[in-house]
C-alpha cells in the first residue's frame, strides 16, 4: 500500500497552494477566537460574533479545542491558551461528575441523553490537547476513552451504541452512521496518542460493519440509520429530510468522509504492523466516486447537494461547507494513495468552488450553508459555528495518511 509518487503538476506539491492553505487556515483560527466563552466556546454568526447570552456548546468546545491544538503543534503562537482553556472546560461543567460521561451543555442535567457523536468528539479534541501538551488533557483522555470503551463501545456489535439516558440506562434503539464514523476518526487519534492498537482494530470493525457490509451492498451508498439490530432504516426522518445530525435518504458528503478515513485506517494499520485489507483502498475509490457522480450538479447547478434519495435524486438541495471540505480532504487522500489525475480534477474543482462560492472575504471566515442558486443561506446552519471540517481539509493534504493530524503536525511529518 505504498502510495505512488504525485504528478510534478499536482497542487500537492505546488508551494503557492501549501501558502495559501496555511494562510486560510490561519484566517479561520483567527475569526474562531472570537467563540470563547467563560465556560468554553459558543456559536458563532454570520459576522463572527456572539449572540447575546450566548451558551456554551460541549461538541463546539471539543472540535474547537482540537484545531486549537493543531495550530500550536503548527507552530502558530497564541493558540495554546485556547487550547488549555477547551480542556478546562471540557473537565468543569461539561462533564458529568456524578455519572460520567458529558451534558450538551455547562451543567446540563436535563439534557435529553448521552450521545456517542458527542463523545468522540471529545476523545478527538483530549487527544490531540495530549499531543499539543495541554497540562490536564491526559486526564480528559483517559475518562473519555473510559467512558467510550464502558459505555457506548459493544463488543458484539463491533460499534457505538447510539444514545443512552444520564445514568447509562435506557438505550436509544437506534444504530447511527454517522456517530461511528467519527468514532473511527476519534480512534485512529486515541491509537496514535495511547499505542494501543486496540483502537485501530475497532475502527476496522467499525468500517466493516458500515461500509463493507452495508455500503457495499447498496452501490456503496452508505445506509446511516438503522435499528438496534443493524436493520437498515431507508424511511427514517422522512418526514424531517433537512435535519442536522440525521437526515433522510443518503448524505454524499459521508460518502467523501468515509472515503478519507478509509485510507486514514488502511495507513495506520500498515503502519502498526497490522492486516489492512484490500477493500479498504476499494471502497474508498467507489465512495469517492459514487458520491462525485451522483451528488455534484444533481439539479443543474455546481455543487455537492446535501441529501438524495435512494434513486439518487436531490432532496436538500443547499450546499454545505462542511460536505465540500471533506471532498477536498477525500480528493487529496486518494490522489496520495494512487497518484491518479483524477483525483487532482477533483481536488482543484472542488477548491475553485470554495474559493468562489463559500469564503467569505468581507465578514471573515466561511459561509456555512449556500442555497440551491449557491447564495448564502442559513436554513440549516444559520451563522459560522464550525471551524473542524475546514480546517482540518486546510491541514490534510500536506501531511500523510498516518499518523493522525495531531500526531504527524507534532513529529513535523510531511509527505
Same mark, same amino acid.
Given at each position: 500500500?505504498t502510495p505512488l509518487d504525485?504528478?510534478a503538476?499536482?497542487?500537492?506539491n505546488a508551494?503557492a497552494?501549501s501558502?495559501w492553505?496555511q494562510a486560510?487556515a490561519h484566517?479561520?483560527?483567527?475569526f474562531?477566537?472570537a467563540?470563547?466563552?467563560p465556560d468554553?466556546f459558543?456559536n458563532?454568526d454570520a459576522?463572527g !460574533?456572539?449572540a447575546?447570552?450566548? $451558551?456554551?456548546q460541549t461538541? *463546539?468546545?471539543?472540535?474547537m479545542?482540537?484545531?486549537? /491544538?493543531? #495550530?500550536?503543534l503548527q507552530?502558530?503562537?497564541?493558540?495554546?491558551?485556547y487550547?488549555?482553556h477547551?480542556v478546562?472546560?471540557?473537565?468543569?461543567?461539561?462533564q458529568?461528575a456524578?455519572?460520567?460521561g458529558w451534558f450538551a451543555h455547562?451543567?446540563?442535567?436535563?439534557?435529553?441523553?448521552k450521545?456517542a457523536y458527542?463523545h468522540?468528539f471529545?476523545a478527538?479534541?483530549a487527544?490531540?490537547?495530549?499531543v499539543?501538551?495541554?497540562d490536564?488533557?491526559?486526564?480528559?483522555?483517559?475518562?473519555?476513552?473510559?467512558v467510550?470503551?464502558?459505555?457506548?463501545?459493544?463488543?458484539?456489535?463491533?460499534a457505538?451504541?447510539?444514545t443512552l439516558s444520564?445514568?447509562? !440506562?435506557l438505550?436509544?434503539?437506534? $444504530?447511527g452512521?454517522n456517530? *461511528?464514523?467519527?468514532?473511527?476518526?476519534?480512534f485512529l /487519534?486515541l #491509537?496514535d496518542?495511547?499505542?494501543?492498537?486496540?483502537w485501530l482494530?475497532r475502527?476496522?470493525?467499525i468500517?466493516e460493519?458500515i461500509i463493507?457490509?452495508?455500503a457495499a451492498?447498496?452501490g456503496h451508498r452508505?445506509?446511516?440509520?438503522?435499528?438496534?439490530l443493524?436493520?437498515?432504516?431507508p424511511?427514517?426522518?422522512q418526514?424531517h429530510?433537512?435535519?442536522h445530525?440525521r437526515?433522510?435518504?443518503?448524505?454524499?458528503g459521508?460518502?467523501?468522509e468515509w472515503a478519507?478515513?478509509?485510507?486514514h485506517?488502511?495507513a495506520?494499520?500498515?503502519q502498526?504492523?497490522?492486516?489492512?485489507?484490500?477493500w479498504l483502498l476499494g471502497?474508498?475509490?467507489?465512495?469517492f466516486?459514487g458520491a462525485?457522480g451522483?451528488?455534484?450538479?444533481a439539479?443543474g447547478?455546481?455543487?455537492?447537494?446535501?441529501?438524495?434519495?435512494? #434513486?439518487?435524486?436531490?432532496v436538500?438541495?443547499?450546499?454545505?461547507h462542511w460536505?465540500?471540505?471533506?471532498?477536498c480532504?477525500?480528493a487529496?487522500a486518494?490522489?496520495?494513495?494512487?497518484?491518479?489525475?483524477?483525483?487532482?480534477?477533483?481536488y482543484?474543482r472542488?477548491?475553485?468552488?470554495?474559493?468562489?462560492?463559500?469564503?467569505?472575504?468581507t465578514a471573515?471566515s466561511?459561509h456555512h450553508e449556500?442555497d440551491?442558486?449557491?447564495?448564502p443561506?442559513?436554513?440549516?446552519w444559520p451563522?459560522?459555528?464550525?471551524?473542524?471540517?475546514?480546517?482540518?481539509?486546510?491541514?490534510?493534504?500536506g501531511l500523510?495518511l498516518?499518523?493522525?493530524?495531531?500526531?504527524a503536525?507534532?513529529?513535523?511529518?510531511?509527505r
Amino acid at each position: 500500500m505504498t502510495p505512488l509518487d504525485l504528478p510534478a503538476t499536482s497542487w500537492l506539491n505546488a508551494p503557492a497552494h501549501s501558502n495559501w492553505r496555511q494562510a486560510e487556515a490561519h484566517r479561520l483560527l483567527a475569526f474562531a477566537k472570537a467563540a470563547k466563552l467563560p465556560d468554553g466556546f459558543g456559536n458563532l454568526d454570520a459576522k463572527g !460574533q456572539l449572540a447575546p447570552g450566548a $451558551r456554551a456548546q460541549t461538541m *463546539n468546545t471539543a472540535r474547537m479545542t482540537h484545531c486549537f /491544538a493543531l #495550530a500550536h503543534l503548527q507552530g502558530v503562537p497564541g493558540y495554546l491558551a485556547y487550547a488549555e482553556h477547551g480542556v478546562t472546560a471540557l473537565r468543569g461543567a461539561m462533564q458529568d461528575a456524578r455519572y460520567g460521561g458529558w451534558f450538551a451543555h455547562p451543567g446540563g442535567h436535563d439534557d435529553s441523553g448521552k450521545a456517542a457523536y458527542l463523545h468522540a468528539f471529545v476523545a478527538l479534541a483530549a487527544s490531540s490537547a495530549v499531543v499539543a501538551g495541554v497540562d490536564d488533557a491526559p486526564a480528559l483522555l483517559a475518562d473519555a476513552a473510559q467512558v467510550l470503551e464502558s459505555h457506548f463501545w459493544c463488543e458484539g456489535e463491533g460499534a457505538l451504541r447510539e444514545t443512552l439516558s444520564r445514568a447509562w !440506562q435506557l438505550p436509544e434503539p437506534y $444504530r447511527g452512521a454517522n456517530s *461511528n464514523m467519527h468514532a473511527t476518526e476519534a480512534f485512529l /487519534a486515541l #491509537a496514535d496518542v495511547t499505542r494501543n492498537t486496540l483502537w485501530l482494530q475497532r475502527a476496522l470493525r467499525i468500517a466493516e460493519r458500515i461500509i463493507h457490509t452495508h455500503a457495499a451492498a447498496n452501490g456503496h451508498r452508505v445506509i446511516e440509520h438503522f435499528d438496534a439490530l443493524w436493520q437498515p432504516l431507508p424511511h427514517y426522518n422522512q418526514e424531517h429530510p433537512a435535519d442536522h445530525f440525521r437526515p433522510y435518504g443518503t448524505t454524499p458528503g459521508h460518502a467523501l468522509e468515509w472515503a478519507r478515513l478509509l485510507l486514514h485506517l488502511e495507513a495506520s494499520l500498515a503502519q502498526a504492523g497490522l492486516h489492512a485489507p484490500d477493500w479498504l483502498l476499494g471502497s474508498a475509490r467507489a465512495l469517492f466516486d459514487g458520491a462525485c457522480g451522483q451528488a455534484w450538479h444533481a439539479d443543474g447547478a455546481p455543487g455537492f447537494v446535501y441529501t438524495l434519495d435512494w #434513486a439518487d435524486r436531490p432532496v436538500v438541495h443547499a450546499r454545505l461547507h462542511w460536505v465540500h471540505a471533506e471532498a477536498c480532504a477525500a480528493a487529496a487522500a486518494l490522489l496520495q494513495r494512487t497518484g491518479e489525475a483524477h483525483y487532482e480534477q477533483w481536488y482543484r474543482r472542488c477548491w475553485d468552488f470554495i474559493a468562489n462560492h463559500f469564503i467569505d472575504h468581507t465578514a471573515g471566515s466561511w459561509h456555512h450553508e449556500l442555497d440551491a442558486l449557491n447564495q448564502p443561506a442559513g436554513s440549516i446552519w444559520p451563522g459560522k459555528p464550525d471551524l473542524y471540517h475546514a480546517c482540518q481539509a486546510l491541514l490534510l493534504p500536506g501531511l500523510p495518511l498516518a499518523p493522525s493530524l495531531a500526531s504527524a503536525l507534532a513529529g513535523n511529518v510531511t509527505r
